[in-house]
């Protein structure tokens, strides 16, 4: 064992000494680097890594209109400095044999930090869905290298009615105050109704145009037919696509992007 010691040490010391010097151009993360040759001792900075989108609760509710559906699903974007700002996503509805009975492409963009519905309305489908899957097939980051604060809307004064009188079976409003220093081409609403326990019943969306700094606006979402349920909460969700140039309005002739205002 002594011996086995003595020729391990040795051997130690040969390699220690035959072991090429650590640097930044040797394809491994030593030292003290942050990255593979990159931060720590190394000048050179290393290049940040979007995390991919979090997929969380979906589900399927009716649309009010006989062999189509409405689909939902909780995306968040764990980074702080990189917004996702067009991924594509596929949505398969399935029977209870596993059949897929329905199949819905689309695409959209979610903001740093932010968690989001993305919602499919009016999937047609020949049988209510037992099952359906939702995966996303690429991303285009977007990094946003100084502060990010999200657009300032707010949504006051919600409610929720059933009509009585009239066409449609209910109705949900609200007002929009565009409180950010910008003025947009397009906003869009997106309402969640839910139950006492937050379980969803039922999505609808409406959207406004022309929407300037500092201007307030009343919007509505009417459902043209019952669902089953009792709706104990409304949610309205607003987007703004900020990555598009051209969904801020022209001041002074001119466009800039969001991240050069």
């Known amino acids: 064992m002594i011996y ?17 010097a650590a640097t930044c151009e040797d394809g491994l993360k030593n030292q003290n680097e942050e990255g593979v040759d990159c931060g720590g001792v190394c000048q050179k900075t290393c290049t940040p890594v979007a995390q991919k989108l979090v997929v969380g609760q979906m589900g399927v509710v009716p649309s009010g ?21 067009n991924f594509y996503y596929t949505l398969n509805f399935k029977n209870s044999a596993g059949t897929v009975i329905a199949t819905r492409k689309g695409s959209n963009f979610i903001l740093p930090g932010e968690t989001k519905y993305v919602i499919e309305s009016n999937v047609v489908a020949a049988e209510k869905p037992t099952t359906f899957d939702f995966a996303i097939n690429s991303a285009d980051w977007v990094e946003f290298n100084s502060y990010y604060e999200k657009p300032d809307i707010q949504v006051v ?22 409180k950010s220093p910008y003025d947009f081409d ?7 109704l839910t139950d006492g326990n937050g379980k969803i019943l039922a999505l609808n969306s409406t959207q406004m145009n022309t929407v300037v700094s500092g201007e307030q606006r009343d919007f509505h979402a009417t459902w043209p037919n019952s669902f089953p349920g009792t709706v104990r909460n409304m949610e309205a969700q607003v987007e703004v696509n900020v ?5 801020f309005l022209k001041k002074f002739y001119k466009t800039e992007k969001f991240q050069q205002y």
Do not use: C, H
């Open 157 to 178: 004064n919600k409610n929720y009615d059933e009509i009585s009188g009239g066409v449609g079976f209910s109705e949900a409003s609200g007002l929009l105050k565009n």
């Open 186 to 192: 397009l906003i869009k609403v997106e309402v969640i």
């Open 243 to 247: 990555f598009r140039s051209d969904n």
């Open 65 to 85: 209109i006989a062999g189509k559906y409405d689909f939902y699903v909780k995306v968040t974007n764990p980074n702080a400095t990189f917004g996702d700002k």
């Open 4 to 20: 086995s010691a003595i020729i391990l040490i040795i051997a130690g010391v040969i390699y220690a000494r035959m072991r090429p």
